[in-house]
Structure formats: C-alpha cells, structure tokens
C-alpha cells in the first residue's frame, strides 16, 4: 500500500490566473496554465491530505478527491481562501493572481465612440496579495509561496520569501514554464537551497509533497 505521509493534514492550495474584469465581455488575465497548481493537488490527495483548491479560469479536470472552488478574480480568490487558511496545516500558493485589476467594472461593454474619438484609459487599483495575507494570520498555516523571476533567481525568491513571510518559497528555473508538462524548481528556506531537476510537473509535485510533509 503506498504511504499516505499526509494523512489527517488540510492543505488549501491556490492554482491558474486570475480574470480581472473591465466590462461584461473583456478583461485582463494571464497565460498561467495552472497544471503545477493541479498537480500539486493531486500528488498532495495522493498522500492522503484533504485537499481544498481554489482555480482561477483553466481548462483542467479536477483531481480525484480533491474540493474544488472556482473563482474568476483575485478578489474571489482572497474572498474564498481567507476563511478556509486558518484551519489548515499547509497553504500552497501556485496561482500567478494578477497585482492589479481595473480600478472600475464598466456594467455595460464600452463601446467605439463614433467618430474617432479617443481609446479609454484604464485606470487601475492593487489586488490583495493573498499569500501575504494567509502569512499574516495570528496562527497561519505552514506557507508555500512561488516565485517566476526572469534573473538573479534565488536571490531576488528568497528576498521575496522574506518579504511575504513565509518559510518556503519554490522559485521555477526557467525558462517560461506556462502551458508546459514539465518544470524545474528550487526550493528555498531559512535552511538552504534544493533543486529539483527538470521532470514532469506531477512528479516535481509529489517531490514537493514529499518534502513538506517532513515540515508538517
Ligand atoms: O509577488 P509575487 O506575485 O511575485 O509572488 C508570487 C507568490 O505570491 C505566488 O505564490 C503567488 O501565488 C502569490 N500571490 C498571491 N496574491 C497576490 C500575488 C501573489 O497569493 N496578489
């Protein structure tokens, strides 16, 4: 029988883009996949935790066993993860949320101005960062953050670990990892550096598993 090291353990997870809305048919997204999100949810059911994700919009089937909440906007995502963090073990934050949305929601699409008018300006506000937040609870869960930094890698993650306050951060090594089955990552704490090399992102995910359910 394979071994559940996660058994009786709660670990939410968030995964894929945000959507921020600018009216009823457009707005701002990104070309997150969510596939590490999904794996790492599925390797994390597999070792026998009680799995809570939480997706922005992708196109991926749910892992079996694993509850699924769907939101649209960073706001949902802090909206439906905010009351669920403080009673978990561990809180996995894979989700690329997007830092700012339009400041405003037009109710009906915006329309072409006849004429040639001027194109809109889109003003915009800062979206809550969630995994800062999770941190900042009284007793927060044990926090994974990720990192996607285009130089200075381990430094400019673990600066980032720092800043958000969390225990360990798994920056992705390069290149661009969205939409690909495969990945490469380093984890990084107080402690040091691990890589994991290059390999499909379900078996990184049950390695990351692996290694945090040493740290629950
Ligand atoms: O600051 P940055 O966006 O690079 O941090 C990335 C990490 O923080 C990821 O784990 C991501 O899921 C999380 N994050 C978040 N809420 C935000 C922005 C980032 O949870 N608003």
Sequence with gaps: LAPKP????KLLITAGPTFEPIDPVRGISNHSSGKMGFAIARAAAEAGAEVTLVAGPVHLPTPRGVQRIDVQSAQQMFDAVLPLAAHQH?????????DWRPAQTHEHKL????GGATAPTLAMAENPDI???????????????????SEKLAEHADAKRRRKGIPLIVANLGPATFGRDDNALLLIDEQGQRELPRADKLSLARELIQELSQRL
């Design 131 to 149: 995994l800062a937040a999770v941190a900042r609870l009284p007793q927060p869960p044990y926090c994974v953050g990720f990192a996607a930094e």
């Design 90 to 98: 561990a809180f996995i934050a894979t989700a690329a949320v997007a």
């Design 6 to 9: 996660l058994r009786g353990k």
């Design 111 to 114: 329309k072409k101005a006849e």
